[in-house]
């Protein structure tokens, strides 16, 4: 059966090298005909923020990073000539594409509509604070309370931007090299008090089964299913 597939790529994430990717792109499905590879580059604005003080305020900081923003255009050409260097890698339909792409009204209804997610819904605040947490604890910066609240806006913004396109666009599968953070998984697992589809604003109602594959051992032999219990 004919299946679409979103494959992230996190412009910080290490894991993404030509023998990585070569690699993980042959391991996929034959059945997919669809990849649509997002470049999460706004996304690194949250990190540069965390650096922002009494000298360098936000502003700046959002000014030097749209000014000197490269992230997307420059994984755009790296993976349009890997996939012109490797043609038979990859048998599907290719989309490459960046954030603003979906900055439209059905991303803003979710954006907002998770941010009262969280406000309202203590389990999945919880979970949001905890998968901040792990990610400071490898960044070294547990502790400090702005990039503690950095990371919790940088994961919100994340599994919004995933249900806006995920959700509206109906992609049934997506693949990630590296692991995905607990509270993604159970928003798509229905755990909170909010479906993905509620969260989209409640346009859409297919009852789209969504399934995440991981790679986070890039020797690993398959793709591995990930699930999560409520």
């Known amino acids: 059966m004919p299946t679409s597939a979103l494959f992230p790529i996190s412009v910080s994430n290490r894991l993404f090298s030509t023998a990585n990717i070569k690699r993980a792109l042959g391991l996929m499905p034959t059945t997919i005909t669809d990849v649509t590879f997002l470049i999460a580059d706004w996304l690194q604005l949250y990190n540069r923020a965390i650096n922002c003080n009494e000298t360098l305020g936000l502003g700046e900081v959002i000014r030097d990073y749209r000014e000197r923003n490269n992230d997307l255009m420059n994984r ?29 009204a059905s991303y803003a209804n979710v954006f907002r509509n ?23 604890c490898k960044r070294k910066n547990l502790g400090k309370t ?47 008090s909010a479906t993905p589809e509620d969260l989209l604003g409640g346009e859409i109602s297919h009852g789209m089964s969504y399934k995440f594959f991981s790679l986070s051992d890039p020797n690993a032999e398959s793709w591995i299913s990930v699930d999560v219990k409520c």
Not at 114 to 132: C, M
């Open 146 to 192: 702005i990039a503690l609240s950095l990371s919790e806006q940088y994961i919100l913004e994340e599994i919004a931007l995933n249900i806006r396109i995920r959700v509206k666009e109906m992609i049934e599968e997506e693949y990630y090299l590296g692991k995905y953070h607990f509270p993604m998984l159970k928003v798509y697992k229905n755990c909170y």
């Open 76 to 104: 755009q050409r790296w993976i349009s000539n890997f996939l012109d260097s490797y043609p038979d890698v990859l048998d599907a339909k290719i989309k490459i594409v960046g954030m603003e792409h979906y900055f439209d």
């Open 114 to 136: 998770i941010n009262i997610l969280y406000s309202v819904d203590e389990h999945f605040k919880n979970d949001i604070r905890s998968a901040a947490n792990v990610y400071l």
